[in-house]
């Protein structure tokens, strides 16, 4: 059982090469579930309706409509399970264990119907390049559970601080939430404007879902255990639609870039981690990247900031 006492615990570490099959697999699950969520939800603006949320043991879906009945899927990260509880309090699920892809959704699917649960779901993984069935994907089958542990405690301590982050606003904001596609935290502000339509072209992903997620000027943030241009877990921060002279603007702390590639601010994990404060170095990285989106843009920061007296 881990101690959130350490520092150590409190923020370990997490090197992308030590769990990078574990990660992967993982985010194939994770989006099996989210699309469960999906398939029964009504829309909701800019797919919030498909997202899942940090719990004090792992993921959870959150109640999810079923004619009258309601249920949730939570991945327990502590006892290492996938629970799904009905709100007539019939219960099911399964070990969360070295298994395929393909294993682990014949294996809740099973289960599903157990439960008089049936749900269909799109099968295709998104955002992901070459994506693999889910029930025909064997390559996927890694879980060490020490590093899904430590994954869900980063989470837990981000979640936390970027809620911070997220009560200094009031216009719109989103929830504080994980977006299984890229297996992303993330928090989103809105500056009440209409944004220009989006280009799209994100593999595998549908672009009228991605026009519609950025309708509207935001400044969004979050966490990501990282990939391709970004081999490590990091912190990140953009805006869209993506103001002249942003990626030039001064950050805090000294540690974080513009990252041309992903044309985002990068803070590295391990920089906040490390750092004496690392909630203070967290917060001064989304408050000033929010602060260059929403300058430069030209924001009415006064109507859409809570006072800090308040």
Same mark, same amino acid.
């Given at each position: 059982m881990?101690s959130?006492g350490?520092?150590?615990?409190t923020?370990?570490s ?5 769990w990078s099959?574990t990660?992967?697999t993982?985010h194939?699950?994770?989006q099996?579930v989210?699309?469960? =969520?999906r398939a ?7 797919s919030? *309706?498909?997202t899942l949320?940090v719990t004090?043991r #792992? ?9 009258v =009945?309601t249920?949730?899927?939570e991945?327990?990260f ?10 007539d309090?019939?219960t099911g699920?399964l ?8 294993a ?7 289960e599903?119907r157990?439960? +008089?649960?049936?749900?269909?779901i799109n ?5 992901v ?5 889910? +029930? ?6 890694a879980?060490d559970? +020490?590093? !899904?542990n430590?994954?869900?405690?980063i ?5 936390r ?5 997220r009560?200094r606003?009031? #216009?719109?904001?989103?929830?504080? *939430? ?5 297996? +992303? ?6 500056s ?5 339509k989006h280009?799209?072209?994100?593999p ?8 519609e997620a /950025?309708? $509207?000027?935001?400044?969004?943030c979050?966490?990501?255990? #990282?990939?391709? !241009? ?7 921060? /953009? ?5 002249? #002279?942003f ?5 805090k702390?000294?540690? !974080? ?8 601010f990068i803070? !590295?994990?391990d920089?906040?981690?490390?750092a004496e404060?690392?909630d203070?170095t ?8 929010y ?6 843009? $030209?924001?009415?920061r006064?109507a859409?900031?809570r006072?800090?007296?308040?």
């Amino acid at each position: 059982m881990p101690s959130f006492g350490s520092r150590d615990e409190t923020w370990p570490s997490l090197a992308l090469e030590s769990w990078s099959d574990t990660c992967a697999t993982l985010h194939m699950w994770a989006q099996i579930v989210g699309k469960i =969520r999906r398939a029964q939800s009504p829309w909701i603006n800019h797919s919030w *309706h498909v997202t899942l949320y940090v719990t004090s043991r #792992g993921l959870t879906t959150s109640p999810i409509p079923y004619g009258v =009945r309601t249920f949730q899927i939570e991945f327990d990260f502590l006892n290492h399970s996938l629970a799904i509880e009905s709100c007539d309090g019939r219960t099911g699920g399964l070990p969360l264990e070295p298994q395929s892809v393909a294993a682990f959704y014949h294996r809740l699917m099973e289960e599903m119907r157990r439960l +008089d649960l049936n749900v269909s779901i799109n099968k295709k993984p998104n955002e992901v390049p070459e994506p693999i069935r889910f +029930d025909q994907d064997e390559t996927h089958r890694a879980y060490d559970p +020490d590093y !899904a542990n430590r994954f869900w405690r980063i989470l837990v301590q981000a979640d936390r601080v970027m809620k911070e982050f997220r009560g200094r606003f009031i #216009g719109k904001c989103s929830p504080v *939430h994980l977006f299984w596609g890229a297996l +992303d935290l993330a928090v989103t502000r809105f500056s009440g404007r209409r944004a220009p339509k989006h280009p799209g072209g994100i593999p595998n992903l549908p672009d009228p879902v991605t026009q519609e997620a /950025y309708s $509207h000027e935001v400044s969004s943030c979050g966490f990501w255990p #990282g990939g391709g !241009a970004i081999p490590y877990p990091a912190f990140y921060s /953009y805006a869209y639609p993506e103001p002249v #002279g942003f990626s030039g603007a001064f950050v805090k702390p000294d540690a !974080a870039f513009y990252s041309t590639d992903l044309r985002e601010f990068i803070l !590295a994990y391990d920089v906040v981690r490390q750092a004496e404060f690392p909630d203070q170095t967290l917060l001064d990285f989304l408050q000033t990247t929010y602060e260059a989106a929403s300058m430069l843009a $030209h924001w009415d920061r006064e109507a859409l900031e809570r006072s800090r007296e308040t």
